[in-house]
């Protein structure tokens, strides 16, 4: 049996390289896209599993080409993994609209694009899976996260309705929500901070600094999650990754949201 085709978002470094670099090491054949390929690690560019294709998931140009090249040389996409995604610290009111219109093309609109563009490519070679990379935020927001979190909401919605839309045809579309962890994301971060918000900006650093166990740095957890929604025959909808508080108090909302999910399947008679 030939080996699986993964293309995979946002892999210059962070969860987006730990998951191409852990599908390679199955022999998988892993098309790994970022904005530009000469940012990976050497790592990545030594691994004779590993494509390095350039992909900016904003520019409908640059995806339909990546998309081409992976047809064209590998006649498949057995897997798409939505992972590329950007954040920004500011209030509702501080935020301006070009930044939070940059973070739902980045976070939403860009992945929904290939969401669309490789569902009929798996319809017709018989199923697929699209994992996308949301965040514990897609389930509980948080303060001066607002937009990202709102972004990560929308994801979270399509995946669970292209979960259920897609079962027919052999298309699964499973979550991946990563709790707390160091990742260059946050140090690419802007930050928007008015006075009247500084007091919670403030309480939040200290209860990181006082939870600071709860933040992971390695990242190999989210790899692994990624690989069992690839690869289980019946993946849950949603796989939650990371420790301490924050994510122990949103698993029990997981449950319940696994449940729901479960009725939707079978009132559109696709269990």
Do not use: W
Request: aromatic content about 4%; proline content about 5%; glycine content about 8%.
């Amino acid at each position: 049996m030939s080996a699986s085709v993964r293309l995979i978002t946002g892999c210059s470094s962070g969860f987006g390289e730990a998951i191409a670099l852990a599908f390679a090491a199955r022999g998988d054949t892993v098309i790994a896209s970022m904005r530009d390929p000469k940012a990976a690690s050497e790592e990545m560019k030594k691994n004779a599993n590993i494509d390095l294709v350039p992909l900016d998931v904003t520019d409908a140009a640059s995806r339909r080409s990546a998309l081409d090249y992976v047809l064209r040389s590998r006649g498949r996409i057995d897997t798409l993994v939505n992972n590329a995604g950007i954040v920004a610290m500011a209030a509702i009111e501080d935020t301006p609209d070009e930044l939070s219109r940059r973070i739902f093309e980045t976070n939403y609109f860009g992945p929904l694009a290939l969401m669309q563009a490789v569902l009929p490519i798996m319809r017709g070679q018989g199923g697929g899976r699209i994992i996308n990379v949301t965040a514990i935020g897609a389930i509980i927001s948080t303060p001066l996260l607002g937009i990202y979190c709102a972004s990560k909401h929308a994801l979270d919605c399509v995946s669970a309705v292209v979960d259920i839309e897609g079962r027919p045809f052999g298309v699964r579309a499973p979550s991946i929500l990563p709790g707390q962890f160091r990742t260059a994301i946050m140090g690419k971060a802007p930050v928007v901070m008015t006075e009247p918000y500084q007091g919670i900006s403030e309480v939040l650093q200290a209860v990181r600094k006082e939870r600071a166990a709860d933040v992971l740095d390695d990242v190999a957890s989210v790899a692994d999650a990624t690989l069992a929604a690839a690869t289980d025959a019946e993946p849950k909808a949603r796989y939650l990754v990371g420790v301490g508080q924050l994510t122990e108090a949103v698993a029990p909302a997981l449950a319940e949201l696994e449940t729901l999910h479960d009725f939707s399947a079978r009132r559109c008679g696709v269990e």
